[in-house]
């Protein structure tokens, strides 16, 4: 057995059906790539001779859990690892509020102080009364944006407009789930653009690219993320700069790297997948702002863009740059020409899903 097969590693909850789907066929891409073969999820009685190469569906989280799997560095997995919960979420994305209640172990007021100049206003909170005071002081410069740091495509945010909105929407938090993963509470925008700017690197081919997020509505009619639409280039950030792009997307990746830069001095990161939300748009004061709202060390919505771009830089060592999508689809649809589908079914609770990923040339004017 090749030293390195690829295994899935998925969390102790359940995973949904639709993200097992793609998964899987993401871990045969990635075994390919490492010309390797693919094992499928993990089983502790069966994969004993590795090592292997991981592709976990969380961001890996403490030294003993890496040092159980084998994993020496970045080359052993596609994703990333911290040292505690709340660094592998958009809980370190803000600072704690003067005097608060609670601060984690690990947490770094450094990071908060370098990454002020790319992120929002806003506040983390461990506490619900420290949330309380935060929210009170946003509150006076105009709505804010109530954001479950483990929730994912924008589920389960609200928007607060004034006190008794916001003790409303703490009562529904749980203090356990707050005192571990933490709360954020962020300025909130108008005319929102988000952009993806991120990086990726497997089997010694590195990737770097910029990208937008597209909305849809689901199946009960509420929008939620559509997908993503990616320009990347084979090399690091700098390679990417070098493209021509617009001044917004220039300003964001610049916020990324920034933010990229203080998360590996502060949390000592180390992640074959970094993935950076960069939301452009006008506070209540009618200012344009632009900030990191998150970030993802983990597999996630883009990944299946990244890793299909990723074989398509290896299958052509001249490849310099390429564009490549993914779709998320609710209800009866069709694909995009020429697009891959990863997954179609209905899904509990979602209704019928579809998924695909596309990959076509970057045409530079």
């Excluded at 004993?48 to 994993?71: A, F, M, V």
């Excluded at 933490?182 to 005319?191: P, T």
């Excluded at 990347?232 to 790297?257: F, H, N, W």
């Excluded at 998320?328 to 695909?356: F, H, M, N, T, W």
Aim: aromatic share 8%; hydrophobic share 40%; with cysteine.
């Amino acid at each position: 057995m090749n030293p390195h097969a690829g295994v899935l590693l998925l969390p102790a909850t359940d995973v949904s059906r639709h993200e097992l789907a793609v998964h899987q066929v993401l871990g045969r891409k990635l075994a390919a790539l490492l010309g390797s073969s693919f094992l499928g999820e993990h089983d502790a009685q069966q994969h004993t001779d590795g090592p292997y190469y991981w592709l976990p569906s969380e961001t890996l989280i403490g030294q003993q859990r890496c040092q159980e799997l084998g994993i020496g560095g970045a080359e052993d997995f596609f994703g990333g690892a911290v040292a505690q919960p709340f660094m592998s979420t958009k809980a370190i994305s803000h600072p704690l509020i003067d005097g608060a209640r609670r601060q984690p172990p690990g947490w770094s007021r450094q990071f908060s102080e370098q990454v002020a100049g790319a992120i929002l206003g806003g506040y983390t909170a461990f506490d619900l009364d420290d949330a309380r005071r935060a929210g009170l002081r946003l509150l006076k410069d105009g709505p804010l944006r109530l954001k479950p740091v483990r929730g994912k495509a924008g589920r389960g945010q609200l928007v607060i407009r004034d006190a008794p909105e916001l003790d409303a929407a703490l009562a529904e938090q749980e203090a356990a789930e707050v005192a571990t993963w933490g709360l954020v509470l962020e300025e909130n925008l108008s005319e929102v653009v988000t952009y993806s700017v991120g990086q990726v690197q497997v089997a010694g081919v590195l990737a770097s690219y910029y990208g937008s997020q597209r909305l849809t509505r689901d199946n009960t009619g509420v929008e939620v993320y559509g997908g993503s639409d990616l320009t990347l280039v084979r090399g690091d950030y700098a390679e990417l700069m070098r493209l021509d792009m617009p001044e917004t997307i220039r300003l964001a990746v610049s916020r990324a790297q920034l933010y990229e830069h203080a998360s590996v001095q502060a949390f000592g990161l180390v992640a074959s997948r970094r993935n950076y939300d960069v939301a452009q748009g006008i506070d209540s004061r009618g200012r344009s702002r632009c900030g990191v709202l998150e970030q993802s060390w983990r597999v996630g919505g883009a990944s299946a863009a990244e890793i299909f771009a990723l074989e398509a830089f290896a299958a052509d060592p001249q490849l310099a740059s390429l564009r490549a999508s993914t779709y998320e689809c609710y209800g009866e649809s069709l694909p995009p020409d020429d697009a891959r589908q990863l997954y179609k079914g209905e899904e509990p609770e979602i209704g019928l899903l579809g998924k695909y990923v596309k990959v076509e040339p970057h045409v530079t004017a």
